[in-house]
């Protein structure tokens, strides 16, 4: 697919998806919204991708939420379809057998602050600014905003974010578990690529079963979550890499893995 709202490069095993609409502060229309699904696809499908990075152009904004312009005139079963394809897209990016880190430089408001949430983790800049204001404009979030954050920080916290509509600052988002990291726009960028070759280090397959084993355990009893657990870490025995990091603890030294 040939992209126009988002720039999509791979280097080293790690992908990054930019959104790059400036003119709309990066802002998420269903053009952006399908090919960030069919980009997150690619990573998906090829193994020789490992990390996912999410970010924006510019030293503004992330993504300040879905299109208002393109929403404005939606008849019900267009906002349907354009928030089907929403939810669609970001359980993929869930669900990535791969880690994804939102590297968020700027706003991420609303559609914006879903799409991050939907990593496994956020790293953000010191100018960075969380929000569900979908309130303010007649809405309620409508990419899994009232679920996912309600999960990450509570749920008297996102409470107060989404009747409220306000903003919250990357210290106070740090300070409430939704952001992972703060660092000043300038490092941004290279922090977060620090942490994805840290994970391109590990063991492929244990980074599959682990997520998939924090994923889809979350809503299981803990009895049924950890049984899952179980499956996922026994799973990991039938790998080489489980051997070599082993062998290579006990002889005291760096393991090799090879995705297998
Ligand atoms: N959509 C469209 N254009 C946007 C935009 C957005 N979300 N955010 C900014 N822009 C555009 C502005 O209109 C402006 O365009 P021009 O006037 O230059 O043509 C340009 O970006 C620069 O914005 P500002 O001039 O406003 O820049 P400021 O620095 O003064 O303010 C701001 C930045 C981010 C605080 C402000 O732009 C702002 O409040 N933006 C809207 C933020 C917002 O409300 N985001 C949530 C959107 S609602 C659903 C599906 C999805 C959703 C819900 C339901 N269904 C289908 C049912 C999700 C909803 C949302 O995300």
Not at 64 to 78: H, K, T, V
Not at 181 to 191: A, N
């Amino acid at each position: 697919m040939e992209y126009k709202n988002i720039i999509f490069s791979v280097e080293e095993g790690i992908a990054t998806i930019t959104f790059n609409r400036p003119k709309a502060l990066n802002a998420m229309n269903s053009e952006t919204m399908l090919e960030l699904k069919d980009a997150v696809t690619v990573c998906k499908d090829d193994d020789t991708i490992r990390v996912l990075i999410l970010t924006g152009s510019g030293e503004k904004s992330f993504v300040a939420g879905a299109d208002i312009a393109q929403m404005q005139d939606m008849e019900p079963r267009e906002s349907l379809a354009f928030m089907e394809l929403g939810h669609e897209t970001l359980r993929l990016l869930e669900t990535l057998p791969k880690p994804s880190i939102a590297a968020v430089n700027g706003f991420a408001l609303g559609g914006g602050a879903e799409i991050s949430m939907a990593c496994d983790v956020r790293f953000v800049s010191e100018n960075a600014k969380f929000g569900q204001p979908e309130i303010m404009i007649g809405l309620i979030p409508g990419w899994g905003g009232t679920q996912r954050l309600s999960r990450l920080i509570g749920m008297g916290r996102a409470k107060e974010l989404v009747l409220g509509g306000g903003q919250i600052d990357a210290a106070r988002a740090y300070e409430i578990g939704l952001a992972n990291r703060v660092y000043p726009l300038d490092q941004l960028l290279e922090e977060t690529k620090k942490f994805a070759q840290k994970l391109i280090a590990m063991p492929p397959f244990g980074l599959k079963m682990a997520k998939h084993a924090i994923n889809f355990g979350y809503d299981l009893s803990l009895d049924n979550a950890n049984r899952l657990e179980v499956e996922c870490c026994a799973q990991c025995f039938s790998t080489r890499d489980q051997k070599e990091g082993m062998k290579a603890f006990l002889e005291k030294r760096k393991p090799n893995y090879i995705g297998r």
